[in-house]
């Protein structure tokens, strides 16, 4: 008996050591699957990484999505109902035959091209006698040319000893350089609306005209030049702060001697264009993206202001009082990456899709009624868009913390949707206002597409003279103007203003006579 109880003993010590090594078992095999299941939701977020990355360097960066993506909601219990708006098949008719005539403003040079003398005598033999001319038009172009202008002037003397007298030298933007307002206008407008670099355009003028200039001759005239304007800049300052809607926005640019030792650190130029009262489009230099260079810029305005999510807006809108709006097209930007991705989930795909339906029926209003004056625009926002906008914060409420278990770039967006909201909403209260901040970006793309091509600056007056072309140009495009015709108009007029101490406000752009100037249709 007593062998028999030992053996049950350690039969149940056996059965309890096998229990507990299957618990520990069990545990480790649940510990692993935790880490498995972690590590594929970190590769999954690492694969949106990349693919985004991708997308970005190689493929459009266009919001426009693939008509053919999976019928919203499908499979979606929980969804909230979106009724989809009706397709309308929209036909064109492509003309055939014909050919726009030329502008009548083009100088016409008549090239006559006749028979002879011989072929004007008919077989009959009288001399024909002409019926009507055959007239067709063709496009020609003459080459640009360089011209030395001499400015000539007479010294009289006379023989008793008095002082010689002559003719007082007449202002120019850049004195004692040989480089008129109409060749300064040329290099800034092929630099900073064309996207042309100087070295560029140096090889240019040798090789083709046989002007030995350099890239180092005509940065300083564009920088030199760009300090000579600095008042002018700054009356543009004064007039976009007196705006009561603003949209701002901000980009990077390379300054090689901005940060000592440091040549790839970002500086930034930071924009701001004024919306409602004087179109002004008002770019600032600064060597950093702090909230201190958001300030700069705007120290002074107290009205709407509009940018993407950047908190760096956020200590100059509390101290200045001002009222603060976030951009529908950055919110609808992360939902799209989503969209357009190859990797993301089905289920991160089906919110993305769901949101951007839902904000699109934003911009069809929007569309709509975009030539409606503002009193209007306010009272179609409180009927149609503010229903809309009711829907998605009861869609973000319904999907936020499941966006948030999967994680990614899904829980990202609703993250900034979620954040934004309060922001998004404001452009309800006043018929002024945009939706989105697309007007800022449409003025700083110009500088990036230059950026491409020449890269950076090297010093930190060579940065402030870019912002300085860009707000000049910008501006008088925002006004109607083409830029080289205005610019060279600006930089022959502002050297008598100044000389004769006249107020520069009649050289803005809104108020400079068409006379002599191109306006943009």
């Known amino acids: 008996m007593k062998t028999e109880l030992i053996d049950i003993e350690k039969l149940q010590e056996i059965i309890i050591n096998q229990a507990q090594e299957s618990s520990v078992q069990k545990e480790q095999i649940t510990t692993q699957e935790k880490r498995i299941q972690t590590q594929q939701i970190e590769i999954n977020h690492l694969k949106e990484k990349i693919d985004y990355l991708i997308r970005q360097h190689f493929t459009s960066k266009s919001e426009k999505l693939n008509p053919n993506q999976p019928t919203l909601f499908e499979d979606n219990e929980e969804s909230i109902e979106v009724v989809e708006d009706e397709e309308i098949e929209i036909t064109f008719k492509r003309k055939r035959g014909g050919r726009t005539s030329p502008p009548t403003d083009i100088p016409r040079v008549r090239v006559e091209h006749d028979i002879s003398d011989d072929e004007k005598i008919c077989s009959c033999g009288d001399t024909m006698h002409k019926i009507k001319e055959l007239v067709s038009e063709q496009y020609d172009i003459v080459p640009a040319k360089f011209q030395v202008i001499q400015n000539v002037r007479f010294v009289y003397g006379c023989r008793c000893g008095e002082k010689p007298s002559t003719t007082a030298l007449a202002p120019f933007i850049l004195q004692k350089t040989q480089v008129t307002a109409s060749f300064l206008a040329t290099i800034a407008v092929q630099k900073f609306e064309d996207a042309l670099p100087l070295y560029r355009q140096a090889k240019i003028y040798k090789n083709r005209f046989g002007v030995p200039f350099n890239d180092t001759t005509l940065s300083n005239w564009m920088i030199k030049a760009s300090e000579k304007l600095k008042h002018f800049k700054e009356k543009l300052k004064e007039r976009l702060l007196e705006n009561e809607y603003i949209q701002a926005d901000e980009t990077t640019l390379q300054v090689v001697n901005a940060h000592k030792g440091k040549a790839t650190k970002k500086s930034y130029i930071w924009l701001g264009v004024g919306m409602d009262k004087y179109k002004i489009v008002y770019m600032h230099y600064a060597n950093n993206r702090s909230a201190v260079a958001a300030t700069a810029l705007l120290e002074g305005f107290s009205g709407f202001l509009q940018t993407d999510g950047y908190a760096g ?38 919110y993305a899709q769901e949101a951007i339906t839902l904000i699109q029926k934003l911009y069809k209003i929007e569309k709509e009624i975009k030539d409606d004056p503002p009193d209007k625009k306010l009272i179609i926002r409180k009927e149609k868009s503010q229903p809309i906008i009711n829907t998605i914060r009861e869609w973000i409420n319904t999907k936020f913390y499941k966006a948030q278990e999967l994680g990614g ?101 809104w108020n400079v006579s068409a006379d002599g100037i191109v306006r943009i249709s």
């Open 313 to 350: 807006y956020n200590d100059v809108v509390k101290t200045n009082d001002m009222t603060h709006l976030a951009c529908w097209a950055h919110a609808r930007r992360k939902f799209a990456d989503i969209v357009k991705s190859g990797v993301s989930d089905p289920q991160s795909k089906s």
């Open 409 to 509: 770039a899904i829980a990202k967006a609703f993250v900034y949707l979620n954040n934004q909201f309060p922001k998004l909403k404001v452009y309800l209260t006043d018929g002024r206002l945009n939706i989105d901040n697309n007007g800022a970006e449409n003025h700083i793309r110009p500088m990036v597409l230059g950026r491409k091509n020449w890269l950076f600056a090297t010093s930190v007056k060579g940065a402030e003279a870019i912002a300085t072309w860009y707000t000049i140009i910008e501006t008088a495009k925002a006004n109607g103007l083409e830029p080289y015709h205005y610019l060279k108009y600006l930089m022959t007029e502002f050297p008598y203003y100044q000389r004769d101490g006249r107020d520069i406000e009649a050289l803005l752009p």
